[in-house]
């Protein structure tokens, strides 16, 4: 069970403890069972609905499946963090996954930082501000359709598949499709590890980009282009304008 749905857990197992105090209480409500016909079918209805939300909320939160999202449905940040979780368990892929959640938790510190510093130092009615903020945007929005790709490829991936591949010593297949098959698995590793590289080399850009913005004492509209950082973060858009998942 995760962080999350043990405190959920401890959270209706409180909640549903301290609503049966209050009302049975003598202190507080004081439904007393036995106390009279009215009181003592309360006080029964009451213990039977707690017993239910317990039962009922407890399967929920231990065994019923969570709802998947579809990837093409993806779109705040909680998604993406809650869909890539859910590979975090897969051993061949665990580094990845570790670091593709490092990377959308410092995504969002960056963009967040940038905005924050845009606002401190321009109007958000000006163009500069305008044209900086629309950047960070694209960025942004280049990074989360790279990982979306990603979960594009972890959605068909076979862990009991790629298992198999890896620990075969005798078979009866031919050495061309067991070496077809390993060729296949590492492209899907690679794949990987390439997407993760070309985030991590978005979130160095925008690193740049920031360190570049602290610096400007002044700032004339026709140095936004010729800043060393917006020239490669152009490129780098420029080059993914057609980028299809």
């Known amino acids: 069970m995760t962080g999350t749905k043990y405190i959920k857990l401890l959270g209706l197992i409180s909640g549903v403890a301290v609503l049966d105090i209050l009302v049975l209480s003598p202190g507080f409500l004081g439904v007393e069972i ?16 707690s017993a239910l939300a317990l039962f009922y909320g407890s399967y929920v ?4 499946p969570p709802v998947i999202l579809p990837v ?13 979780t859910r590979y975090r368990r897969v051993k061949a892929l665990e580094d990845d996954i570790t670091l593709a ?5 410092r995504m969002n510190k960056k963009t967040g930082t940038l905005l924050n510093v845009l606002h401190q130092r321009f109007d958000a009615t000006e163009l500069t501000y305008k044209k900086f903020a ?4 694209e960025v942004e929005k280049l990074f989360y ?11 068909v991936f076979d862990e009991s598949e790629f298992e198999s591949g890896r620990r075969q010593r005798t078979t009866p297949f031919s050495q061309e499709l067991i070496q077809e098959k390993t060729n296949l698995h590492n492209e899907f ?19 740049k980009l920031l360190l570049e913005i602290s610096r ?9 282009e010729n800043m060393p950082c917006m020239q490669e973060i152009n490129a780098l858009i420029n080059q993914t304008k057609y980028y299809k998942q």
């Open 61 to 64: 939160l231990l065994f019923k």
């Open 145 to 155: 359709l790279n990982m979306r790709s990603i979960l594009n490829r972890l959605h």
């Open 216 to 224: 400007l004492d002044s700032f004339e509209p026709g140095d936004f």
């Open 101 to 105: 959640l490092e990377q959308v938790d």
């Open 134 to 137: 629309s950047v960070i945007q």
């Open 72 to 84: 093409k449905q993806i779109q705040t940040r909680a998604d993406f963090v809650e869909a890539l």
């Open 189 to 207: 590793l690679f794949f990987m590890k390439s997407s993760l590289g070309t985030n991590e080399e978005i979130l160095l850009k925008l690193d």
């Open 34 to 49: 036995g106390g009279g016909a009215f009181a003592t079918a309360s006080g029964v209805t009451l213990l039977c609905a």
